[in-house]
């Protein structure tokens, strides 16, 4: 179980939200795949109305196609507009569980992320790695302006067109004088050890090279993923302050990022409620780095902690 018996469980709280504006500052990311299961959804309730609308006609045809019984045509029919039916209402679901994860569920998860730190106003350098659009890097900023901070958040971009349009979300959001963006790799990240006093990152430990061959996939592909993911996870460790705060969210496992922060002797390591996305149950996990902690070199970091 995720932080159980390590103390209360990190706050969530409930601000009154403008989603049109968030949604109109972050938009929705793979919108086509909305778009695709709109379109399904659509014309499956169509046929659902057209089996309503013409179910005798139906089962008429299907009766002379089939040459079958009346009874079994006419059940034939009606499970067919049962399914389409069916299908129609889990696409429509589907797309508005896809919606709601495009900037309503990471908004309200940075959060509860942004909730795990007891005292902004004395940090003075924050990292967000995998900053994304910016969802969880304003979220950081807000903070920072609201404590009064003098401190800046740095998020770590994928590339530099990822980082221009992360600062625009920031200018809409009236914090860019607290944001700096720039790129980056989460396997080796481009900063000191012991540095920020913060560092968050949301749904980014994920693998970054190319899908495995599919023989090898089941096993030396997901060992290497697992990998991958452990020294991102002992990267975040090495640039935190001794005494720092990190909040990890990832689709993964919250079981192996435990298993790791312990394995790396973190302290405080506290987990949140479940946290549905995109149909899975997820928990957002923070620690603090020890006082005099010493970094670890990647050789020292197990690689095994996803088994």
Known sequence: MVGKGKGKRIPVPCPKTDWPRIYAIYGIDHWHTLAVLLLHASLFSLLSLLFLLFFDPVATLLQSLLSS????????????????????????????????????????????????????????????????????????ATQLKKSGSSGRVVGLAQSKRNAMATLRTAKMEGVQEYVTCREGDARSLPFPDDYFDVVVSAVFLQPTKATFPSKQHSRAGSAENWAERARMLGEIVRVLKPGGVAVVWDFARSSWIVKGLQELKMADIRGSEQVTAFMTGTHVVSFTKPAGHAVLSLPEVRLDWGC
């Open 69 to 140: 019984s009346p009874t079994a045509a006419r059940s034939l029919a009606g499970f067919a507009g049962a399914f389409t039916a069916l299908s129609a209402v889990l696409l429509f679901l589907a797309a508005g569980n896809f919606f709601y994860s495009a900037a309503a569920l990471p908004h309200e998860v940075a959060q509860r992320m942004v909730g795990a730190v007891g005292d902004w106003s004395a940090v003075r350098n924050a990292l967000d790695v995998g900053c994304g659009r910016g969802i969880l890097l304003n979220a950081v």
